[in-house]
């Protein structure tokens, strides 16, 4: 047994040889996992970065263009008008023979609302500034005023009950340019006076369905490509290219942007009006039958400084457009003799069993009127025709706006003014389409009354002074003032509340000063509407008044003044005191 040996010693170095050894490995095992962990760290990275690249990289997934422009059939053609496409607008187009067929409806909701076809007799209307065109369906020949005419294609086609234009033969009148693009077929239509922007593809790119690098391509975008910029979205746009897509593209690929004007094609309409030459004041005379003419002389006597009076000679007589006429040469010569021109006036109240609807939307019916009151104004030598129609169908309005072109052109040609009473404007009589009126009739007339008439649901005035400015100020929107004439009442409503309800009854203005007078009716003068209010109440009965006199006219026809209109014009003659036509005259003056 060696002596020098001593176990314990042995035993104590073991474990300091263990401890070292331990640690050693102790310090070995950080920097494995710190690699390890470095590892991972490059693997999230990396993962991260294919994630971005596939999130974020541009997709070249492609959208077929037949699934953009949807069609119901082989002919038909999205159309696409001033860098619109709407894909619920339906029908839209065909494309027959090579030739572009647009749709009815939809020219006249979004090219030109000027085209009026007669469904009962197949025919076209079309009325420019001095001539009417007449079409109809299957045929190439069309009439351009009473002159024979013919087009390379059929002008009018119906498909599936659908009425379509030849877009080419439309040109010759609405002023547009279009093209054609197939596969799918689509139309792409510019009107005269369209403003857009337009702009240049600097580099290669793809037209997207929505903007952004995930939207599916429709067309691929080419250096120098030109298109129409329709909507920026920040930093994309959408467009209108050369070859009739519409998509987004990223405004970074755009260059040169500018605002331009589709250039008009077609020479300038000149809408052409015959003037008065000084203040309209004009006066209405109800005339029910060829006997009541002979009032002339006594209303004559009554008036001061009247330069126009209109009598209610004529009125819709049966479905084909015939007229009831009461018309008077001799009438006539009284007025000329007096310095007094004669508007004769037509309504479509004086027979309720005439449609009006129906006369105004049949082609033939709507001829035989014209040319029944131009030929019965020619033979009576009237200055001019006042037309009076009322309580109109919204169904009746493109046939009432063609009457008025094409009476006009007729009056026109024969020397005769031609004047429309209009209602003050609301929305239930918008399709009145003032603005289309004033281009072709010499006046309009505003009839500032009937605030609240015979049948409303509460007592009112007949034309209080905010009604009034209201009246004007809207119809100034679509008429120019020296266009424009202001109707004013000669009369008031006496309302009467009972057991019964609500009534009233209309009185000239010195009946009803009679009976004020009678019931000695306290009158107040109301600041607010420019009118004597007065009330009272008789056996349960109650009366109210809202009072047109001279004071009340007076503040009416101020507004007339202020608004530098063309004149006044008064329902109706009998009714007034021969005194206010001193105050008339001062303001005509």
């Not at 999205?78 to 607008?89: F, P, Q």
């Not at 004529?314 to 006429?325: A, K, R």
């Not at 129906?358 to 200055?383: F, G, K, P, Q, Y």
């Amino acid at each position: 047994m060696n002596s020098d040996r001593n176990p314990i010693n042995e035993a104590s170095e073991n474990r300091r040889k263990t401890s070292r050894v331990e640690r050693r490995r102790r310090r070995k095992d950080p920097g494995k996992g710190l690699i390890l962990a470095g590892l991972f760290a490059v693997v999230l990275i990396l993962a991260f970065l294919v994630f971005m690249i596939i999130r974020y990289a541009p997709t070249r997934e492609r959208m077929p263009l037949s699934e953009y422009f949807t069609l119901s059939g082989e002919e038909s053609a999205a159309v696409i008008a001033n860098g619109e496409y709407d894909k619920e607008s339906d029908p839209q187009g065909i494309i027959r023979e090579g030739e572009a067929y647009v749709s009815l409806t939809f020219i006249k909701d979004k090219i030109d609302d000027g085209y009026v076809y007669d469904t009962v007799e197949n025919t076209l209307r079309y009325t420019t500034d001095s001539q009417v065109i007449t079409a109809y369906l299957q045929s190439k020949d069309y009439l351009v005023d009473r002159e024979q005419a013919s087009n390379d294609k059929d002008v009018v086609i119906m498909q599936d009950g659908v009425v379509y234009l030849d877009l080419n033969w439309a040109k010759n009148y609405t002023d547009l340019s279009f093209y054609i693009e197939q596969d799918p077929n689509r139309i792409v239509i510019e009107t005269a006076g369209w403003k857009h922007q337009v702009a240049t593809i600097r580099r290669n790119g793809a037209y997207r369905r929505f903007g952004g690098v995930k939207s599916k391509i429709l067309d691929d975008a080419a250096k120098g490509d030109q298109v129409i910029v329709l909507e920026n979205y920040g930093k994309w746009s959408l467009v209108l290219n050369e070859r009739g897509v519409l998509g987004c593209i990223e405004n970074s690929k755009m260059k040169a942007i500018e605002e331009t004007e589709t250039a008009a094609v077609l020479p300038k309409r000149d809408y052409k009006h015959r003037s008065f030459g000084s203040k309209i004041s004009l006066g209405w005379h109800q005339v029910t039958n060829q006997t009541a003419n002979q009032s002339l002389s006594k209303v004559l006597q009554n008036t001061k400084g009247m330069n126009v009076i209109s009598p209610t000679w004529y009125g819709l007589q049966d479905n084909q457009g015939g007229i009831s006429d009461y018309s008077d040469a001799a009438y006539v010569q009284t007025c000329h003799a007096a310095g007094i021109q004669v508007w004769a006036l037509v309504s479509n109240f004086v027979n309720s069993d005439v449609d009006t609807t129906t006369v105004l939307n049949t082609t033939s019916a709507r001829d035989a009127l014209v040319n029944n009151l131009i030929a019965s104004a020619i033979t009576a030598n009237v200055d001019g025709i006042n037309v009076d129609f009322e309580s109109l169908s919204i169904d009746a309005k493109d046939g009432y706006i063609e009457f008025i072109r094409e009476l006009s052109l007729k009056c026109r040609k024969n020397d005769l003014f031609l004047s429309v009473d209009n209602y003050k404007p609301s929305s239930y009589t918008e399709f009145y389409n003032r603005s289309e009126q004033a281009k072709y009739a010499d006046y309009i007339i505003l009839m500032a009354y009937d605030e609240h008439y015979n049948g409303s649901e509460e007592a009112g005035s007949n034309a209080s002074l905010p009604f009034v400015k209201e009246g004007i100020a809207d119809t100034l929107k679509e008429v120019p003032a020296e266009q424009l004439v202001l109707g004013m009442p000669f009369y008031t409503r006496i309302w009467i509340t009972d057991d019964s309800g609500l009534t009233s009854s209309a009185r000239g203005i010195e009946k009803t000063q009679e009976f004020v007078d009678q019931n000695q009716v306290e009158m107040t003068w109301q600041d607010d509407i420019a009118q004597y209010y007065g009330e009272f109440t008789e056996d349960g009965t109650k009366y109210q008044i809202w009072m047109e006199d001279t004071k009340s006219l007076s503040a009416k026809l101020m507004e007339m003044q202020k608004n530098n209109l063309a004149g006044g014009a008064f329902w109706k003659l009998g009714f007034e005191p021969s005194s206010i036509w001193d105050t008339i005259i001062t303001y005509m003056n």
